[in-house]
């Protein structure tokens, strides 16, 4: 049998916001390897191989057809030479060596079961790992010191690693609307996060809040925690105050990609559907398979934004990490701007972009619009 006929080579822009990436793509046999690389290099603390590979994997998600050959990468920028052995490994064998060790190794699942604990970044996971510990589990049972973020984290860990379902979100999306309208009406809730981009489910569910008068959303997001804590909705919350207004210095004293804006961490308290909640009954044979558990667990981030920098904030919170960060880099090493949370600030000129829309960011930044659901990089 002939393959079929050589197609001209796809023309693949190097940077992730100039790309449509859908969230079903073609080559999930490559890019999930290669983000099993991506993961391991951010446990190792090695930034530039965590990134390297995780651009590798955004190329092949931009690709519109499955790829079969190693001649069909010619001239796709970001993929290195590690990326590329892995890659040919894979077409050839079936799999990467590499990869299928680094997902046996005891470490990996070690930092990979201690960082799925909520509150608990690399570098405490490593601390416990070098000191012979490889679970939750083990976090109790050795009396480790935790912060009541991790506490929470410990507690609720099987629902917190179960998938939020996009019926889940949209029932919490519900009782957040209800609380952010109760407490201030005219108030304007967004999801955004990785449901804003289409995706079936989360490890989240993330919203901006905002409300049309200037100012008038200052100091709603206590009030909104106050109604929700008095519906019992609510297992756990921190909230991180707004330097901005404490400080007074201009928005683009922003600390790189951590933004200024009111922000909340939470844990919500899910009712749950008969037929929902069946499945989660705990030991095998037990009797709870009727009555499972009437709630469940969800992790929630609300972000409070002014009118003025909502398009900002909804571009900034939308995502895909991947996306972000190259909107960033394009923004710095092609126009000369710098882009946060908060504005787009022109450094040769020296001023702030105004924008009322996400499409008009993306023409400040000259760049083609790439709506949400193609932001999946
Ligand atoms: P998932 O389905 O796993 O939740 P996600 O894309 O929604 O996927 P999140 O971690 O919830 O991932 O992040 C959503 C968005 O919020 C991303 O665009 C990310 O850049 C932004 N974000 C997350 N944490 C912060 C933070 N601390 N400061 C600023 N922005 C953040
Ligand atoms: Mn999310
Ligand atoms: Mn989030």
Redesign the pocket.
């Known amino acids: 049998k002939t393959s079929p006929k050589p197609s001209a080579h796809v023309a693949v822009k190097s940077y992730a916001c100039q790309r449509r990436s859908p969230l079903n793509h073609h080559n999930t046999f490559l890019t999930e390897p290669l983000e099993i690389l991506a993961e391991n290099a951010e446990f190792m603390e090695n930034e530039g191989r965590n990134i390297a590979f995780r651009r590798s994997a955004s190329v092949l998600k931009a690709l519109p057809r499955v790829v079969r050959r190693m001649e069909d990468l010619k001239n796709l920028p970001c993929l290195g030479g590690h990326s590329l052995r892995v890659i040919k490994e894979i077409l050839e064998d079936g799999a990467s060596q590499e990869v299928e060790t680094t997902k046996q190794s005891e470490q990996f699942q070690a930092m990979k079961a201690l960082t799925g604990v909520f509150g608990v970044g690399v570098k405490s996971a490593d601390r416990w790992f070098r000191e012979g510990l490889r679970n939750p589990s083990d976090l109790i049972r050795t009396g480790q010191k935790l912060n009541h973020t991790q506490q929470a984290g410990v507690r609720y860990y099987n629902d917190l690693n179960k998938p ?1 379902t996009k019926k889940e979100a949209e029932a919490i999306s519900d009782m957040v609307g209800k609380a952010v309208r109760a407490v201030l009406p005219g108030a304007i809730l967004t999801l ?4 804003r ?1 289409g ?1 079936e ?4 569910v ?1 919203f901006l809040i905002t409300h049309p008068e200037e100012g008038a959303e200052e100091g709603m997001m206590p009030k909104v925690l106050k109604w929700l804590e008095d519906q019992g909705l609510l297992l756990y919350q921190k909230t991180t105050r707004n330097s901005y207004l404490e400080s007074r210095d201009g928005p683009e004293r922003a600390p790189h ?3 200024r804006f009111e ?1 909340c961490f939470s844990i919500f308290k899910l009712e749950q559907t008969k037929e929902c909640s069946g499945t989660t009954a705990g030991a095998a044979g037990m009797s709870e398979q009727q009555s499972g558990p009437s709630w469940r667990a969800v992790r929630v ?1 609300l972000v409070v934004s002014p009118y003025s920098q909502f398009a900002y904030a909804t571009l ?6 991947l ?2 960060r190259d909107l960033r880099r394009w923004a710095g090493q092609e126009r000369g701007m710098s882009l946060s ?1 908060h504005a787009l600030y022109d450094s040769k000129r020296h001023h702030y972009l105004h924008a009322s829309s996400e499409e008009e960011i993306f023409t400040h930044l000259g760049l083609e619009y790439i709506p949400p659901s193609e932001r999946n990089a």
Not at 201 to 204: K, N
């Open positions: 939020v955004t996060g990785g449901f981009r995706k489910v989360g490890h989240d993330d990609h951590m933004d922000r981030d900034g919170w939308t995502g895909s990490k996306f972000e949370n």
